[in-house]
Nanobody, 117 residues
Framework: QVQLVESGGGLVQPGGSLRLSCAAS????????MNWYRQAPGKEREFVAA????????TYVVSVKGRFTISRDNVKNTVYLQMNKLKPEDTAVYYC??????????WGQGTQVTVSS
């Protein structure tokens, strides 16, 4: 069964770092672009970052450029989001997405990131 499972969220102080992971199973991970999205309280879900199937191309929302890095390991079937210099406005539930998976988009269950002193 197609599944994405995020981990690595938590509480961190402003300026700190976290590394999110998204483990994929049930599909050929290495042939699909993968995305990270986030949803803050009271706001719509927004795109954060994307990475191509082989990892050669990446793209980011302007608000995280220079602070977040998306990467992937196609042997471990995992996509990562390294988040540095975190700000309170980065507080959200973070989701990974396989947008073009066979059968349609597949979302993970999300992991909470809270940036607060």
């Amino acid at each position: 069964q197609v599944q994405l499972v995020e981990s690595g969220g938590g509480l961190v102080q402003p300026g700190g770092s976290l590394r999110l992971s998204c483990a994929a199973s049930g599909f050929t991970f290495s042939i699909y672009w993968m995305n990270w999205y986030r949803q803050a309280p009271g706001k719509e879900r927004e795109f954060v970052a994307a990475i191509s199937s082989a990892g050669a191309s990446t793209t980011y929302v302007v608000s995280v450029k220079g602070r977040f890095t998306i990467s992937r390991d196609n042997v471990k079937n995992t996509v990562y989001l390294q988040m540095n210099k975190l700000k309170p406005e980065d507080t959200a539930v973070y989701y990974c997405l396989c947008p073009n998976c066979v059968g349609g988009p597949v979302w993970g269950q999300g992991t909470q990131v809270t940036v607060s002193s």
